[in-house]
């Protein structure tokens, strides 16, 4: 089954916290991706995972990092939380770079940070 | 880099009526183009795809129009329903890339 699952699903935490976003997908998918979505801004682009250990930023890579020590999973950190962080993020993945590839979603994450 | 506008950001029709949803994009060299559904507290899910080579696309009631010369896509809902209502967004990328752009969303509500 083709899915994208994203961990957890609602969180709110507390201004300078450090805040774990995790997702998984069992496709095997050699790239994914980490976005945010905000009223009228669409989705925004914070990072590209090509495959293990081969991230590069996106648009807004300021205030977070990743991880992806395994192909199906892909981690989000940010350190030291901020109010405008709070967010929808949404993971995806894609089976190849380029080439026109469709990109699966997961369900999101809603943080909020207070 | 590229930049991509998408209007209206809403659109209320009612059922049976046609939903017209545009983009416009800034660069010539971009080849793939997606439309995508997005439902209230789930992610996003394609409806299609289209690549640079084709003008026009239909698929259950959808039809996508590309105009590359004005550097435009369009969706086409016909004859929505109220199960058609979501928040709908176009995406492009280009050859070798793997980053999509996405425009704003469009809010779409079908009224019965």
């Known amino acids: 089954d083709m899915k994208v699952t994203q961990m957890p699903r609602y969180l709110i935490k507390r201004m300078g916290e450090n805040v774990l976003l995790e997702c998984g997908q069992d496709m095997s998918h050699e790239t994914m991706y980490w976005y945010r979505q905000d009223p009228g801004l669409g989705l925004q682009l914070i990072y590209i995972s090509y495959d293990v250990d081969s991230n590069s930023e996106g648009d807004i890579p300021k205030g977070y990092r990743v991880s992806r020590k395994k192909r199906e999973h892909f981690s989000l950190i940010l350190d030291s939380a901020k109010t405008n962080q709070t967010s929808v993020y949404f993971c995806?993945?894609?089976?190849?770079?380029?080439?026109?590839?469709?990109?699966?979603f997961g369900e999101g994450s809603r943080l909020i940070v207070v | 880099g590229e930049q991509v506008e998408q209007r209206p950001p809403h659109l209320s029709v009612r059922e049976g009526d046609s939903a017209f949803i545009i983009c416009t994009y800034t660069?010539?060299?971009?080849?793939?183009f997606y439309w995508y559904k997005q439902e209230p507290g789930a992610g996003l899910q394609l409806l299609m795809s289209v690549f640079s080579n084709v003008d026009r696309k239909e698929e259950q009631g959808l039809t996508v129009l590309l105009n590359k010369k004005d550097k435009r896509l369009s969706l086409n809902l016909t004859a929505a329903h109220p199960g058609d209502s979501a928040v709908y967004f176009c995406?492009?990328?280009?050859?070798?890339?793997?980053?999509?752009?996405f425009g704003e969303g469009t809010k779409l509500t079908v009224s019965s």
């Open positions: 660069d010539s060299a971009t080849a793939y």
């Open positions: 995406a492009v990328s280009e050859p070798g890339s793997a980053k999509l752009i």
């Open positions: 995806a993945s894609s089976l190849a770079r380029g080439r026109g590839n469709t990109l699966y």
